[in-house]
């Protein structure tokens, strides 16, 4: 594998390359085209179009292909009143080997499977088969990664590839089902993370591989029994409804969002905000999925979470990361701790996330427009904690009793929330030897804070 510094191009409103550095230029002209020629590679050129559209920065994983060599780089288009200019990094080339070969080396490692690339947002930007796979979907390029793959969770209801991307790791073992013209077969997808020469995440690359003959019975089946008289209780209760509802949800998401965001051209402004709208609903409602299959899971007797070395810091950072465009649409700032600020602990690395995720999510809900979230680490005596303190309407003491019982709402009649949130988030600092507590006043807002067992770092 070779790799090239930044290649830089220049593109003119109508698409046509007008200056390119080697590497590219050469693509180019292997593409058939060449200077003061339109683009000749189609990916390129549409991520182009694109950032001339809605006039804006536009990063994207590149993927592409000549007679010698595959080509993965990450391009960055910054439209203006004439064109665009194209800054091309983490430009890697591969030579073509045979298809027998590992994946590691730029090919299919199983006739059988595929090969796929996908944007830090999992939409694919690559999709490739195997001699003896089934064929691609067409119009898969910029497709959900759930919309091609449909995601199956894993005996404890996870997923693996949602869970990679919270971590930014590799993953394996992510059980799939791939429609084909006779049945949907079972395959299972892992992964590598790509970073671009700033070291910021860009996506994942990896591949599908057809499950044996013996692990097919680990996949759900194409169409699943009636529920029936199943209780809560029942792990296949979880497992169905997730398996029913998860990814028709997925779909309509992602359907509505490529609707909303106008990505396949522009519509009427109020069809837009319909689309968005629909998003919004489907969101909620994939968030009430995965409550009931977290609450499934943590009343499953002998639940037990994992003892991972974590830093509540790191934690913290990470989820102010994923809200801070929710934080942002209400000009709320987030004072959270800096990259020096640690506090090392015991817990599951997902399960403190997850509960971070929704403390800060609760804070930004329910904090006025322009306010102020805190996030402080202490440590007391063999417990590490995370405080997490906003400038809402704050509880009484009688709120506070009963704030993390199961389906309780406060009295809240909005369609927001299914009352899980907190009593799942307790349940499950409880099972990793913490605890979660809320201190509050009316008029003075809401302080919660999770404590760990502490470790020295």
């Known amino acids: 594998m070779t790799t090239e510094r930044i290649v830089r191009a220049r593109i003119d409103q109508s698409g046509t390359l007008v200056s390119a550095d080697t590497p590219l230029l050469r693509l180019q002209q292997r593409a058939g085209g060449g200077l003061d020629r339109p683009l000749a590679l189609p990916q390129l050129a549409r991520?182009?179009?694109?950032?001339?559209?809605?006039?804006?920065?536009?990063t994207r994983p590149l993927y592409a292909a000549d007679d010698h060599s595959d080509i993965h780089a990450i391009v960055r288009i910054l439209p203006d009143d004439d064109g665009a200019n194209l800054e091309i990094s983490d430009w890697r080339t591969r030579p073509i080997v045979d298809p027998q070969r590992s994946l590691a080396a730029g090919a299919i490692s199983d006739p059988r499977g595929w090969t796929w690339e996908c944007d830090q947002q999992l939409r694919l930007v690559a999709l490739r088969s195997g001699s003896d796979a089934p064929p691609v979907p067409a119009g898969w390029e910029g497709r959900s990664l759930s919309e091609v793959f449909e995601l199956q969770p894993d005996d404890d209801g996870n997923f693996p590839v949602l869970r990679a991307l919270a971590r930014q790791a590799h993953f394996e073992g992510q059980r799939v089902r791939i429609a084909t013209?006779?049945?949907?077969?079972?395959?299972?997808?892992?992964g590598d993370p790509v970073f671009d020469g700033t070291r910021r995440f860009t996506g994942f690359r990896g591949s599908v591989a057809p499950f044996e003959a013996s692990d097919e019975a680990v996949v759900a089946p194409a169409?699943?029994?009636?529920?029936?008289?199943?209780p809560l209780s029942d792990p296949q209760f979880g497992r169905r409804i997730d398996g029913a509802l998860r990814g028709p949800l997925s779909r309509i998401i992602a359907t509505a969002e490529t609707i909303s965001g106008q990505f396949d051209g522009p519509i009427r402004a109020d069809?837009?905000?319909?689309?968005?709208?629909?998003?919004?609903?489907?969101?909620?409602?994939?968030?009430?999925?995965?409550?009931?299959?977290?609450?499934?899971?943590?009343e499953r007797p002998g639940f037990k979470a994992a003892r991972d070395e974590i830093d509540l810091g790191d934690l913290a950072r990470r989820a102010v990361g994923l809200l801070a465009m929710k934080a942002e649409e209400k000009n709320i700032r987030i004072d959270a701790p800096r990259k020096d600020d640690l506090m090392p602990a015991t817990g599951e690395f997902r399960r403190v996330l997850q509960i971070l995720l929704n403390l800060i999510g609760n804070a930004i809900r329910y904090s006025p427009d322009h306010s102020q979230i805190w996030i402080r680490l202490d440590r007391e005596g063999d417990?590490?904690?995370v405080t997490v303190a906003d400038q809402g309407q704050g509880m009484s003491a009688e709120d506070q009793t009963v704030v993390f019982n199961k389906f309780e709402r406060l009295g809240r009649t909005d369609g927001g929330g299914s009352g899980l949130g907190l009593y799942i988030a307790r349940r499950l600092a409880l099972a990793m030897d913490g605890d979660l507590a809320v201190d509050s006043a009316p008029g003075q807002g809401a302080r919660f804070t999770l404590s760990l067992p502490a470790r020295d770092g």
């Open 223 to 230: 169409t699943d029994p009636a529920f029936g008289s199943l």
């Open 383 to 385: 417990r590490a904690t």
């Open 271 to 298: 069809y837009a905000r319909y689309a968005g709208d629909i998003a919004h609903a489907g969101r909620h409602l994939l968030g009430l999925v995965d409550d009931l299959a977290d609450l499934q899971n943590i």
């Open 181 to 190: 013209p006779d049945a949907r077969v079972g395959m299972a997808l892992s």
């Open 47 to 58: 991520l182009v179009a694109l950032a001339q559209r809605l006039g804006r920065e536009v």
